[in-house]
């Protein structure tokens, strides 16, 4: 099972984020635990995580939670400003999946 990590201010705004991901990974058979979490609970969670995406309020951050990420092989990025906007679960599935390495049905 994949473990994909969405991380955003409080934890909170990626919620429905959450839902729409594991909506659309259940339509295509895909086995995924999606969850949120604030950002301040990364260096918890990160060992846990195959690849964590956070949501562009925390963008910033970037650069100090890959510095973290690293050296466990793990992957961060950011949502996209437009996925994260419109709560596109499909296409942030599908960032995931690719940086994971896994596999998913074209949308």
Request: hydrophobic share 50%; with cysteine.
């Amino acid at each position: 099972m994949k473990k994909i990590v969405l991380c955003c201010a409080a934890g909170m705004s990626t919620s429905m984020l959450v839902q729409r991901m594991l909506s659309e990974a259940q339509t295509r058979g895909l086995e995924v635990d999606v969850r949120a979490v604030p950002v301040a609970e990364f260096e918890a969670i990160i060992d846990q995580a195959d690849v964590v995406l956070l949501g562009p309020q925390v963008r910033y951050e970037l650069a100090r939670l890959t510095d973290i990420a690293q050296p466990l092989g793990k992957t961060v990025a950011v949502i996209d400003m437009m996925d994260y906007g419109t709560m596109r679960g499909d296409k942030v599935l599908n960032k995931a999946l690719e940086l994971i390495g896994g596999t998913h049905e074209a949308v």
